[in-house]
């Protein structure tokens, strides 16, 4: 699990960025596509650090923020 205080250096798996964003694995695996979420390969399986689930999460809320704003 994915915890604010941990070491940047650890590297997660696309089940725990899913399981802590709370969306699917499809999700994730098309934000990487897309580009809008960095990581890297450690044999066949995708890894993420700390800094850059961190980073991903603000560009969903910027997206977000200007989504809002188009509303108004």
């Known amino acids: 699990m994915i915890k604010e205080n941990n070491n940047e250096l ?6 725990d960025v899913a ?4 969306v699917s694995p ?9 580009g809008v979420l960095k990581g890297f390969k450690a044999g066949n399986k995708w890894r ?7 980073d991903y999460i603000i560009k ?11 509303e108004d």
């Open 60 to 70: 969903l809320e910027k997206k977000a923020n200007n989504d809002v704003k188009r």
């Open 48 to 54: 993420f650090t700390y800094a850059a689930v961190n």
């Open 26 to 34: 499809r999700t994730i695996y098309k934000h990487l596509s897309d």
């Open 10 to 15: 650890q590297a997660y798996s696309v089940g």
């Open 19 to 22: 399981e802590f964003l709370q």
